[in-house]
């Protein structure tokens, strides 16, 4: 069985810019959540999403939004760059809904 | 503050040593799992604990889920080089919410 998948794995933006990040679940998963990684902050929740509905939603500013599509494939995405959200940002699939979570590889965003 | 509080921050052993890392909270978790995260990598599920007082073994990891469901422990006999990484626990809420602590990062020298 394939496991999560996340694209790119690397990105260099500029502030200001607003980029996209694209996760792919493991298959029969509908379940997909994104955080951010820093070194400072740790792992930290953005939202997920549970048939194409987000189910439950972080502490982050409106600019983090994302979607959810039909085959559970998921995008997130992040307006008006800012340097602080230079970080590695993680897709996880689960099978229900907040059970026992299947990291992809990571994006990592550098904001210069 | 983090809901979830990993001790010790950071650890650095000779392989062949025991070790345990612990993971505190003042809340209830309906479930409660660890994870490796190796750099440059996402995290790899270890394993969940669901029942108060559950012992679970993963070879040479003992994980031990508190009675009342509010702490757990990992603990690794002879650790080997390979152990290294960071060891993060993540507890599930009783609205279903996940929360992970900042983690463990542990060095385990040859």
């Known amino acids: 069985k394939a496991g999560v998948t996340q694209t790119p794995r690397y990105l260099i933006k500029t502030r200001g810019q607003q980029v996209t990040l694209s996760c792919s679940p493991i298959?029969?998963?509908?379940?997909v959540s994104w955080y951010q990684q820093t070194p400072g902050q740790g792992l930290q929740f953005l939202f997920e999403?549970?048939?194409?509905?987000?189910?439950n939603k972080g502490n982050f500013p409106g600019r983090f939004s994302g979607r959810q599509f039909s085959n559970s494939r998921s995008e997130m995405n992040v307006s008006t760059l800012e340097l602080g959200d230079s970080a590695l940002y993680l897709c996880?699939?689960?099978?229900?809904?907040?059970?026992?979570?299947?990291f992809g590889p990571g994006t990592r965003l550098t904001v210069l | 503050t983090q809901l979830l509080e990993q001790s010790p921050q950071f650890l650095s052993i000779q392989e062949g040593e025991n070790l345990t890392v612990y993971c505190n909270s003042s809340s209830v978790f309906s479930s409660l799992q660890w994870y490796r995260q190796e750099p440059g990598e996402g995290p790899v599920l270890l394993v969940t604990?669901?029942?108060?007082?559950e012992v679970k073994k993963l070879k040479r990891l003992t994980f031990q889920f508190g009675d009342a469901r509010k702490d757990s422990s990992l603990h690794i006999t002879a650790a080997q080089p390979g152990d290294t990484g960071l060891y993060l626990c993540?507890?599930?809420?009783?609205?279903?919410?996940?929360?992970f602590g900042a983690g463990t990062r542990l060095t385990v020298k040859p």
């Open positions: 999403y549970f048939s194409e509905t987000q189910r």
């Open positions: 604990v669901v029942t108060g007082g």
């Open positions: 298959s029969g998963h509908r379940s």
């Open positions: 996880a699939s689960s099978g229900d809904s907040f059970g026992e979570q299947f």
């Open positions: 993540a507890g599930g809420l009783l609205n279903n919410d996940m929360r």
